[in-house]
């Protein structure tokens, strides 16, 4: 049985799915197997996947309902637990690709490191054509899971999935959240932060295709609240484990984002009661935290023009005041 499963859930990449593909079948490490979750994809994905699994004993091919990523994911993993021996496990998503060694250097990472998650760089590409050099295990490292959020000195996004390589058990109780927008900030923090040390390779291995027609880039809808509430679970995880340094660190994230969605649907009078569950959350998170923020007017005014529009028009007024008589 292989030693890797590579889930790649589909849906509607009948233009990209071939590449991505043909990247895995490409790999220097030999010994793995790839699961195809087609999620009800309308176009012709479908029947590519059947015709490359035809072609290739490696490959398996999952027909189900449209659920989202999520879904898709679920049942890659759900297939490999039951059906594989291996190992590991990757996820990589059907309109992107990766490096000839990526598999080969994740796995060296973690075995090099003892470790049970080895992280990649990550390019953001709007190029479907991408050179690459052999690479050696020279850009082997290893680091602290808060290292990757708090410095990002290697510039790896922290939270997602993809350019991964987890040992597969790891997945035995975790699944992705089915329906929610940042499925992997709800999840990849539960399997990052039980580990002291993760393997990094310090190279781009993952080329995430970016698709200026996704919901991720789309105009604002409630769905983008979906974020807010994984960073709350990160907060309250955090709390839960002690861990202050994370908490913070996420504490002003979580703001930036109730910021972000404030000034996205203040001159939207349809969203006026989303808009004032917002400021209710940011009040509240101000309120919690008190003494780790320390907010002022002088220092704060970006938060504090919308946790207190008031009392903020006020302060303005009158450093206005005070700076013409000085004038």
């Given at each position: 049985m292989p030693l890797i499963s590579v889930v790649v859930p589909v849906y509607k990449v009948e233009d990209y799915l071939e590449q991505c593909v043909n990247s895995i079948l490409a790999q220097t490490f030999d010994d793995y197997e790839i699961i195809l979750v087609d999620d009800g994809s309308p176009d012709?994905?479908?029947?590519?996947?059947?015709?490359?699994?035809?072609?290739?004993?490696?490959?398996?091919?999952?027909?189900?309902?449209?659920?989202g990523l999520s879904a898709a994911r679920n049942s890659g993993i759900e297939w490999a637990l039951k059906n594989s021996d291996s190992e590991w496990i990757?996820?990589?998503?059907?309109?992107?690709?990766?490096h000839p060694q990526y598999l080969e250097l994740l796995l060296a990472a973690n075995n090099k490191n003892k470790t049970v998650i080895s992280f990649s760089k990550m390019a953001y590409v709007d190029s479907r054509t991408i050179e690459t050099n052999k690479l050696d295990e020279s850009s082997i490292d290893s680091c602290r899971p808060e290292d990757l959020f708090l410095y990002n000195e290697y510039d790896y996004d922290p939270v997602a999935a993809c350019a991964r390589l987890y040992k597969k058990d790891m997945f035995k109780d975790i699944r992705f959240p089915v329906g929610k927008l940042h499925e992997d900030t709800f999840t990849t923090y539960k399997l990052y932060f039980t580990q002291e040390?993760?393997?990094?390779?310090?190279?781009?291995?993952?080329?995430y295709f970016q698709n200026s027609d996704g919901i991720v880039h789309s105009s604002w809808s409630p769905?983008?609240?979906?974020?807010?509430?994984?960073?709350?679970?990160?907060?309250?995880?955090?709390?839960?484990?002690?861990?202050?340094?994370?908490y913070q660190f996420i504490l002003k994230r979580y703001i930036k984002n109730i910021l972000t969605n404030m000034r996205a649907i203040k001159n939207e009078p349809k969203y006026k009661d989303y808009y004032k569950q917002l400021h209710k959350k940011l009040l509240t998170?101000?309120?919690?935290?008190?003494?780790?923020?320390?907010?002022?007017?002088?220092?704060?005014?970006?938060?504090?023009k919308y946790a207190y529009p008031i009392r903020a028009k006020i302060y303005m007024k009158t450093v206005q005041k005070l700076s013409r008589r000085k004038g």
């Open positions: 012709n994905s479908q029947k590519m996947c059947d015709e490359f699994a035809a072609n290739n004993a490696k490959i398996h091919v999952i027909h189900q309902q449209n659920g990757t996820f990589i998503d059907s309109d992107d690709w990766i040390k993760v393997s990094i390779v310090t190279e781009d291995l993952y080329y769905k983008k609240l979906d974020l807010l509430e994984a960073n709350e679970a990160l907060l309250a995880f955090f709390k839960e484990t002690g861990n202050d340094e994370m998170c101000i309120n919690d935290n008190k003494d780790s923020l320390n907010l002022s007017f002088k220092n704060d005014m970006n938060i504090c």
